[in-house]
Every structure is written in structure tokens, then in C-alpha cells.
């Protein structure tokens, strides 16, 4: 062979696996094209056949990953290495994650089904105008208890939950916002504030409560308070719908100190690899039906206005899930504190675990 013909042979052999190589590395990573579409969401919070729907419908084959809290989703997101086209955050996390450029604003011409959001859910403090995120989940954080091993506890108090008949009774959800958040409201504090004396009492008033807490742990809470294996939880709202769901013995309450409200949106990371199939899994999850199917498998409370004929009437006329504006005015909404504010929340949650141990 000729040197020409063979040099161009080797350069050929050469490139050809390169693309290869790279395609195979691409698509190993999840970086995929047009046709496949990459979703983080929470765990246990879409209904599984919708996800097969949308493939059908669409012809887009869904990689769906899950997370248990936005410092997880947040970190891995913006570690890089990843394509995820569409993520499911909460309002906190939403402008956190615009303020360090973590989002791709998005195009309301592909959403359609964006005025089916009741107008309550749209325009919120931490994404004006949506630009950015369109309305998945709502609620509130509560306590969920029964009555039947609680005995006369009402439960209308955070404080109710120190009580000394409630030894080795309680669960707490896994999240840093919402125990620390209790606690301060607790001590009628701010569940956003940042005054180091006040976290610090915080903190110091959760570790008087180990006695009384069983186990502080992710979606597994919903299995172990509907089977009455503890008799108090602190939840999000949804999931104690879901738990009342399967055991109607216990009941839900918002405390009179107050508590969160809180906005679960989905939003388009920066990394996304296919927008088109982004849009149209939103805009798919913007149906009314569609919002109602997922509303009554997941628990949740649904944004969607039009959504709300299709849930049956003792879903969503329960207070305790769709409460009226008069009662989550009164709640707060978790601020985007700041990189070194939401570390340290995490570091005082980690020592009182710690503590716990
Ligand atoms: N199964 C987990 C559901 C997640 C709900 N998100 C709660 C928002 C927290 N701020």
C-alpha cells in the first residue's frame, strides 16, 4: 500500500472510533439525543404510567432518575456530568439555582397548558413570571398523628411534640429546612432566620427532643406510620394524604405557630440535551387529566385549576390538603438563604443527627 493511501486509511480507522467511542461514552452518561428525554424528580412522586404514556405519545424513550432532597439534586446538578433536561425542585432551590446560573428560561410558546395553573400557584416571589418554572406539587409541612396511640394530644402546638407520653413515638421526615424549620417555630422564630443565637436554640430544642424520636428517615415514613409503627410524624402534607390513604385512623394538622408552605416546580437545567422533548413532558404534565391521574396516585396537591373537576370531591374539598388562602398566607415560604446560610442549616441538622446517633 501506498504511504499516502495508507496514512489516509489510518486517519480514517482512527476518527472512526473516536466517533464511535464517544458516542458509546455519550450515551453511557445519559448524554443522549433528540429522542431520549432525562428526568429528576423526587422519589414516589409521578405515577409510572404516565411516564409510559408520554413515551408513547411522544416517541421519546424517558431516563428517569430520582432524588430526597434539593441539596442532592442541587449539588449533582451542578457538579456536571449529567443531562438532565427536566428536574423537579422546590422554591428555595428554584432561586438558588437561577442565581448561579443553573436554569434555561423557558419558552411559554411550547406550554400551552400553562393557563390551567390556578393563578394562586403563578408569578411567585422566587420566579416572577415563570420564566423559569411551571407548577408540578404544593403544600404545607404538618404533623401527622393517631389519635388512637396519641391519646389527647392535639398536636395544634410544635411543642406538642416534646411531650413525655411520646417516647420513642416519632418520625421526622430527612430534611434540613423542615426540622430545623419546626423547631424554630417552635420558639416562634422564622423558619428562614438566620441569627446564629436563634439556630442555635434551634438546634439545642431539637437535641431535647431525641428521647421522643423514633427514626428520621426518607419515603419509607409513609410505610411505617400507615403499618403504625410509630404514632407521630412530621410530613409533607402529600404524604400524609397518601398514609391517611391507606390508614384512616390518623389525621393531619398545621400548627398554630405557623409552618411552610411550600412550591415543588419543574424547571429545564442548563445541561438539558433535548428542549423540545422538555417542553412537551411539561406541557404533557399540564393536562387536567393528566395533572388529576398523577394527583391521585402520588397524593399530592395538584396547581392545576382544571385539574380539580377530575379529583374526586373528597380529595379535593379536604382543608387539610387544599387549605384556602386565608391559612397558607399565614405560612412561610423557605427563602434562598444564600450558599453559606443553606450549608450551615445542613451542618447544624447534621450535628443534631449526629446527636441523635
Ligand atoms: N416523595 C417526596 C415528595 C417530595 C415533596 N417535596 C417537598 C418539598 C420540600 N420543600
Redesign the pocket.
Known sequence: MKPLVQAFLTIFIVAFALMYGASYWNSSQGYTGDHTLTIYN????IDPDLIAEFEEQSGTKVIYQTF?S?EAMMTKISQGGTTFDVAIP??YAISKMKEDNLLLPLDHSKLPGLVNIDSRFMNLDFDPGNEYSVPY?W?TVGIIYNPELTGDITFTSWNDLWSDKLRNQILLLD?A??VLGFSLNSLHYSLNDTNEDHLQQAKKKLQTLTPNIKAIVG?EIKMLLANEEAAVGVV?S??AAEIMDENDKLDYVVPDEGS?V?F?NMVIPKTAKNLEGAHAFINFMLDPEIAARNAEYVG?STPNKLAIPFLPEEVSGDKRFYPDPELTDKLEV?QNLGKRMLSHYNELFLEFKMHKK
Open positions: 423526587w422519589g414516589d412522586y430526597d434539593n422546590s422554591e406539587f403544600g430534611g429546612r423542615e419515603d409533607w402529600g404524604d411552610n411550600w415543588d399530592y423557605y
